[in-house]
T-cell receptor, first 113, second 108 residues
Framework: NAGVMQNPRHLVRRRGQEARLRCSPM?????VYWYRQLPEEGLKFMVY????????ESGMPKERFSAEFPKEGPSILRIQQVVRGDSAAYFC???????????FGPGTRLLVL | GIQVEQSPPDLILQEGANSTLRCNFS?????LQWFHQNPWGQLINLFY???GTKQNGRLSATTVATERYSLLYISSSQTTDSGVYFC??????????FGKGTSLLVTP
């Protein structure tokens, strides 16, 4: 059973460009979470999704960030018009239901030049 | 949200030594997990342990939910145990709140 997969593993963008981060959950998992690890702030929850639904996006910045988990295909975290402060490691996790173990992917390291 | 505090913040051990890492949390939990972030930045699941005791090889964990703390025990430490250990807790089922971690260095 393959683990949570994220791609790309590393992403370099210039200020103002868009970043798209992809996450394929573990087989059989329909719950996806995104977290961000900033150098001085630690790991923070961003958003929780189930297939075709955003359940909780309380940790998402209000502007430029969006997430989706379509019926088919991976979950996508999209950051528009990136700024240097968006440079961070973005982790995706999945679980078979809430209140169960969340399994984390290897992360995407985003660097904004 | 729930507050998670970890101690100690830093720890240096010689290979073969044992250690105990602590995690205090501010509210009741229905999810508590321990992770190891290795030097390559990957988050490795160690335990899902909202209550009780579990063991996996040289690692074990105990959560006393009524007293709002969890302990991670590492026995006979190895250099590959180096990295940052995170405790994360949730009281609403899904949004894990992470502590700041314990940075462990195991020297040969």
């Amino acid at each position: 059973n393959a683990g949570v997969m994220q791609n790309p593993r590393h992403l370099v963008r210039r200020r103002g460009q868009e970043a798209r981060l992809r996450c394929s959950p573990m087989k059989g998992h329909s719950h996806v979470y995104w977290y961000r690890q900033l150098p001085e702030e630690g790991l923070k929850f961003m958003v929780y999704l189930q297939k075709e639904n955003i359940i909780d996006e309380s940790g998402m910045p209000k502007e430029r960030f969006s997430a989706e988990f379509p019926k088919e295909g991976p979950s996508i975290l999209r950051i528009q018009q990136v700024v240097r402060g968006d440079s961070a490691a973005y982790f995706c996790a999945s679980s078979p239901s809430d209140s169960e173990t969340q399994y984390f992917g290897p992360g995407t390291r985003l660097l904004v030049l | 949200g729930i507050q998670v505090e970890q101690s100690p913040p830093d720890l240096i051990l010689q290979e073969g030594a044992n250690s105990t890492l602590r995690c205090n949390f501010s509210d009741s939990v229905n999810n508590l997990q321990w992770f190891h972030q290795n030097p390559w930045g990957q988050l490795i699941n160690l335990f899902y342990i909202p209550s009780g005791t579990k063991q996996n090889g040289r690692l074990s964990a105990t959560t006393v939910a009524t007293e709002r703390y969890s302990l991670l025990y590492i026995s006979s430490s190895q250099t590959t145990d180096s990295g940052v250990y995170f405790c994360a807790a949730a009281n609403s089922g899904y949004a894990l709140n992470f502590g700041k971690g314990t940075s462990l260095l195991v020297t040969p």
